[in-house]
């Protein structure tokens, strides 16, 4: 009975180690390069912006020029970031932005998990 005990959790801390190798949180810092508003026909639902320095991302979506576009839910939480990120490309300020790549859609495009404004040094 200890040995059956043994093995089933074995098995369980095994999947649990399994299911998390694969993702991970990324992070660029860098100037938002564009942002762009997709609609269904695309096959991308979400508000987009790109960020300069932002080249891999685990299994994020990268796109012709090498830069992982990074998606922005469209709820309350994704408005607020939206709103910091659009701000910030107007006024061509630096930010920090994460993404986790186990959060994306069903084209791997990843969705923004954080945006902080970063302050330039003087």
Not at 15 to 27: E, I, P, Q
Not at 52 to 57: G, Q
Request: glycine share 6%; net charge negative.
């Amino acid at each position: 009975m200890e040995k059956i005990l043994i093995s089933i959790m074995a098995i369980v801390t095994m999947l649990g180690v399994c299911s998390n190798v694969y993702s991970g949180v990324y992070s660029a810092t860098g100037k938002i390069k564009s942002i762009k508003m997709t609609d269904q026909s695309l096959s991308i639902e979400g508000r987009a912006f790109l960020i300069v320095d932002l080249v891999e991302a685990g299994n994020c979506y990268v796109d012709d020029t090498g830069v992982v576009p990074i998606l922005i839910k469209n709820d309350d939480k994704g408005k607020e970031q939206y709103s910091m990120a659009f701000s910030s490309y107007m006024s061509d300020k630096t930010v920090k932005v994460k993404v986790d790549d186990s959060l994306h859609d069903v084209n791997n495009y990843c969705y923004l998990s954080s945006i902080d404004v970063v302050k330039s040094a003087e």
